[in-house]
């Protein structure tokens, strides 16, 4: 393999842009042609491309977002599209397709895959949501940005006597939930992976408060409905004076920790090595450790794992 390209679709993810020059320069140690593609599959179609040297992925390391831009592309759903798409690759020679992206960019990946495109994918969504994979790029950082904003709320709602309950992202998952709530010492976790009830809420609530407990947070995650529902239920059951706040993006944002640069450049490196070995139609994942490809089939049927064993300890460190 000669030639090969890369491109960041779906939403953004803090060490995108690791993953993204541990690609490029590991191709060049390699002695291959290394090209951007900018705005995910849309910029494909579009044939937005451009040959990528050492010095393209200078300074990026610390940046969140991603410097090739991300899209969603409906244009390349449909066959026409991707058959532009896999045009625009061959008539540059381009073998070979690294994504970094979300399942729904794999589900894209696999399509070029069918069509005789070599694809190897990366996951990165700050969600988690990724089956085959133990982590994704940037779920590191988010629950970092995360913990330092409940400590930031902790301050305010001691200083009130207040519970607080903060929405989360993760869409259909609560791994930023759980991860961040027991790092961050929340009294309460609300995810769409276990059942819960307002009068058990309440009730743990209220005993923290008669053993002089002055405040109390609660994370919510998004896939559960609202943080709003949460409160006024709370407020409803409780009497409690209770606020909401909601994160949002903020929690896509900011400088890739230690651990999301790590595991990307660890990613992108193992990518490359998988088109050099003429594989296709595999996602990078950390699995127990060690990094391996796992096929993308894999990363569509299994359910999302998530740690439970995490979620119950924080009900009994939280009492
Ligand atoms: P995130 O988890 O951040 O949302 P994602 O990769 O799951 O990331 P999607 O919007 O689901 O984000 O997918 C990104 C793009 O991948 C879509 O805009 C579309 O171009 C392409 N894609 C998704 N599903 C398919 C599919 N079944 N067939 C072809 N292309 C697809």
Redesign the pocket.
Known sequence: MNRIAVLT?????PGMNAAIRAVVRKSIYHQIDIYGIYR???GLIEDDIKELKVHSVADIIQRGGTVLST???????SKE??QKAIKNLSNRGIEGLIVI????????S??LAKQGIKVIGIP??I?N??PGTDQTIGFDTAVNTVISLIDKIRDTASSHDRTFVVEVMG?HAGDIAVRAGLAGGAESIVIPEAAYNFEDISARLKKGYSRGKKHSIIIVAEGVGSGEMVAEKIKKHTGLDTRVTVLGHVQRGGTPTAYDRWLASLMGAKAVDLLLESQSGLMVGIVNQQIVGIPFTQAFTERPKLDLDAYELSKILSI
């Open positions: 679709s779906g939403g953004d993810a995910g599959y849309q899209a969603r592309s409906e244009e390349f759903r599209g991707q992206g979300g399942d729904g960019s794999f589900r894209g696999m399509e990165g969504t969600d949501d990724i869409r």
